[in-house]
């Protein structure tokens, strides 16, 4: 019988593995409880393969193709998470911030850019 990749979903409802960028961790590790419980919850779902959008997610092209950024809203802040699902590893998560400005700013776009290169160079 031929093994099913991790990262596909199959008829026994697996979930794709997730793949962090170790400073995006390290961010989310910071944020507040109720933002890490909601950016874990929506992570989960798309593991399971649920297409987001809306206000949870939309496409960060600015970064790269295929990349979509994970929209959190709390009474401590704004926070996004970087991530990328088309990848033969599964999702990539490879940056995540506070965001404090009404536009997403250049530098966390850039930093978004080199973080994604590392993972996919790993």
């Known amino acids: 019988m031929a093994k099913t ?4 979903r199959t008829e026994y409802d697996t979930v794709q593995k ?3 960028h170790p400073i995006a961790k390290e961010a989310i590790s910071g944020f507040p409880d109720d933002v890490r419980f909601e950016l874990g919850y929506l992570i989960y ?7 987001l959008s809306m206000p949870q ?3 960060m092209r600015s970064v790269a193709m295929g990349v979509f950024e994970l929209r959190v809203h709390s009474e401590n802040g704004v926070y996004r998470a970087f991530y990328l699902t088309k990848n033969e590893r599964g999702i990539l998560v490879f940056h995540a911030f506070e965001k404090t400005t ?3 700013p ?6 978004g850019r ?3 290169n590392e993972l ?3």
């Open 5 to 8: 990749p991790l990262n596909k």
């Open 18 to 20: 997730v793949h962090f």
């Open 45 to 51: 779902r798309l593991q399971k393969g649920d297409s």
């Open 57 to 59: 997610s939309r496409p």
């Open 102 to 104: 009404q536009k997403t």
């Open 106 to 111: 250049v530098y966390e776009i850039n930093r």
């Open 114 to 116: 080199k973080r994604l």
């Open 120 to 122: 996919l160079e790993d």
